[in-house]
């Protein structure tokens, strides 16, 4: 679904992307990790089309990535920082705005934003404004709102971050519903590769250069994760007793 072959990304005279190559296939979820800086952002939005190559390519579906978003069938939820204002609209109006470019009339998009709503569970808060809802309840507006165009891809810039552990464990079971349910291929940067791992489909590792590509316990053998993360990281170990457990929350401290 998503081919991405030899690509290199340089903002500001900056390289950010070194020579990137690997494929998703239609229905995986994947997830994104890598030190802060590392570039996973950058990535993602080369692939929406926002960034442009500086060398190779990204396709989806065989397509350029701005012919594929026009045909509406991408959902993308930003890195959470570019939303959290306190938006004086409700609940129901910020879904809606998911339907912007598509053209049918109000009372057919109240109709479809009210059924998403009820989807990820947040129907009885349509009214509410949505800076007064809560960081996982606004998470879950803002995929109702990603979702609403009934897309193939899903894109999550750190979906979970500012959402507590409790609401983020029913976030992840409700992307893993969406995947089963509608097939959705999701993508999706994260730093909580213990709650994603039981689920994922594969993982990408990525510091500038593509570190690592492949399925998630082999991304888990100490050599993988110290290569990708360097000396500049620490290690939180949550159970002594539990080899893979002590990737679970990986903090990225500089020395
Ligand atoms: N628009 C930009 N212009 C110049 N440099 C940028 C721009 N956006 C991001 N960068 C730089 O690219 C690097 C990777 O950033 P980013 O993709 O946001 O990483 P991540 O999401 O992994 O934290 C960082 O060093 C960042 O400062
Ligand atoms: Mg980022």
């Given at each position: 679904?998503?081919?991405?072959?030899?690509?290199?990304?340089?903002?500001?005279?900056?390289?950010?992307?070194?020579?990137?190559?690997?494929?998703?296939?239609?229905?995986?979820?994947?997830?994104?990790?890598?030190?802060?800086?590392?570039?996973?952002?950058?990535?993602?939005?080369?692939?929406?089309?926002?960034?442009?190559?500086?060398?190779?390519?990204?396709?989806?579906?065989?397509?350029?990535?701005?012919?594929?978003?026009?045909s509406?069938?991408?959902?993308?939820?930003?890195?959470?920082?570019?939303?959290?204002?306190?938006?004086?609209?409700?609940?129901?109006?910020?879904?809606?705005?998911?339907?912007v470019?598509?053209?049918?009339?109000?009372?057919?998009?109240?109709?479809?934003?009210?059924?998403?709503?009820?989807?990820?569970?947040?129907?009885?808060?349509?009214?509410?404004?949505?800076?007064?809802?809560?960081?996982?309840?606004?998470?879950?507006?803002?995929?109702a709102?990603?979702?609403?165009?009934?897309?193939?891809?899903?894109?999550?810039?750190?979906?979970?971050?500012?959402v507590?552990?409790?609401?983020?464990?029913?976030?992840?079971?409700?992307?893993k519903?969406?995947?089963?349910?509608?097939?959705i291929?999701?993508?999706m940067?994260?730093?909580?590769i213990?709650?994603?791992?039981s689920?994922?489909?594969?993982?990408?590792?990525?510091?500038?250069?593509?570190?690592?590509?492949?399925?998630?316990?082999?991304f888990?053998?100490?050599?993988n994760?110290?290569?990708?993360?360097g000396?500049e990281?620490k290690?939180l170990?949550?159970?002594?007793e539990?080899f893979?457990?002590?990737?679970?929350?990986?903090?990225?401290?500089?020395h």
């Amino acid at each position: 679904m998503i081919k991405i072959e030899n690509l290199w990304v340089e903002l500001n005279g900056n390289l950010i992307l070194e020579d990137i190559s690997l494929e998703i296939k239609k229905g995986e979820i994947v997830a994104i990790v890598g030190p802060n800086g590392g570039g996973k952002t950058t990535l993602i939005r080369t692939i929406l089309g926002f960034v442009k190559p500086t060398k190779g390519r990204v396709l989806i579906d065989g397509k350029e990535p701005k012919d594929y978003i026009k045909s509406g069938k991408v959902g993308y939820l930003p890195q959470k920082s570019s939303y959290e204002r306190d938006f004086p609209v409700s609940a129901l109006d910020v879904v809606m705005f998911g339907l912007v470019e598509v053209k049918i009339s109000k009372k057919e998009k109240e109709k479809k934003a009210l059924e998403v709503l009820r989807y990820v569970g947040m129907e009885s808060f349509k009214d509410k404004p949505f800076g007064k809802l809560s960081g996982g309840q606004q998470q879950r507006v803002m995929i109702a709102r990603a979702i609403i165009s009934e897309p193939e891809l899903l894109i999550l810039d750190e979906p979970s971050t500012g959402v507590d552990v409790v609401a983020q464990e029913s976030f992840y079971e409700f992307i893993k519903k969406l995947n089963q349910e509608k097939g959705i291929t999701v993508l999706m940067i994260t730093h909580d590769i213990g709650a994603v791992g039981s689920f994922v489909h594969k993982v990408v590792g990525l510091n500038k250069k593509l570190h690592y590509f492949g399925d998630f316990k082999d991304f888990l053998q100490k050599s993988n994760v110290d290569k990708l993360y360097g000396s500049e990281v620490k290690l939180l170990i949550h159970s002594p007793e539990c080899f893979t457990c002590q990737y679970f929350n990986v903090e990225v401290k500089k020395h």
